[in-house]
């Protein structure tokens, strides 16, 4: 009977660590695939993301990844202007919220929840339109979630939290819009972050808002001359318009 029990615990005790070695060779398969950062591969990634989970539902960082790789694949898609982004923005979005209010859930004294929450209410938006996200309720848990995230790390994802504020409060329609407190979110990523090309047109786009075009002017052209090709096209068009 001994000899029995200390079988069925050594079978368990490998199966459980065979499961684990299993699930994380998984994330780490997609965690390489994610990290390729084209579209191709984000879209590929989310399967093994998906499985993680199924495997480990309780698990943090699965689904904060797996919110971060939704998110991501739809914003290539509406960057790209794919056919059916606005589709694949209100899809993926969604799903992205979802992972990310469970991992909010699990660990809410960490980031990546919070943020991409956020970020997924953002594109989900982009999706179904502004208008629609606030008759749905989501004005409050996208700006809870990034308050929150800037509460912890302000500095995290390239200033994210920062920018994601300022670009929150500059696109909500009137009256909920507030340019002056977009400046100063805007202003204060691009002090830390004086050459990302994402904060530098959406700061020159506030400024432009604001009728300061002189002081957007010299961040369009730095935009411009950016490794992104997105911002860098989007920054060549605002400054034809100046």
Not at 7 to 19: E, T
Not at 179 to 188: C, D, G, P, S, T
Not at 210 to 219: G, I, N, Q, Y
């Amino acid at each position: 009977m001994k000899r029995y029990l200390l079988f069925l615990f050594v079978f368990v005790l490998f199966s459980v660590f065979s499961f684990t070695s299993l699930a994380n060779d998984t994330i780490a398969q997609a965690d390489t695939l994610f990290d390729k950062g084209d579209i191709g591969s984000i879209l590929e990634s989310i399967p093994l993301y998906l499985k993680a989970v199924e495997a480990n539902p309780d698990s943090y960082e699965v689904n904060w990844k797996c919110a971060r790789a939704h998110r991501e694949y739809a914003d290539h898609a509406l960057e790209r202007e794919l056919e059916g982004w606005k589709d694949i923005c209100k899809e993926y979005g969604k799903k992205g919220m979802e992972y990310a209010e469970k991992a909010k859930e699990l660990k809410p004294e960490k980031i990546e929840g919070h943020y991409y929450f956020g970020l997924s209410a953002g594109t989900y938006s982009d999706g179904v339109s502004i208008l629609k996200a606030l008759k749905e309720g989501l004005k409050g848990s996208t700006q809870k979630a990034f308050y929150k995230a800037y509460d912890i790390d302000k500095m995290y994802d390239i200033g994210g939290p920062m920018l994601a504020i300022g670009r929150f409060w500059h696109k909500l329609p009137f009256p909920l819009r507030n340019k002056r407190r977009a400046e100063k979110y805007l202003k204060e990523h691009h002090k830390y972050f004086p050459d990302d090309p994402e904060g530098l047109v959406y700061y020159a786009e506030l400024l432009i808002d604001r009728r300061k075009k002189d002081e957007a002017r010299p961040l369009l052209e730095k935009a411009i001359a950016g490794d992104e090709p997105y911002y860098s096209k989007r920054a060549k068009e605002l400054l034809e318009d100046l």
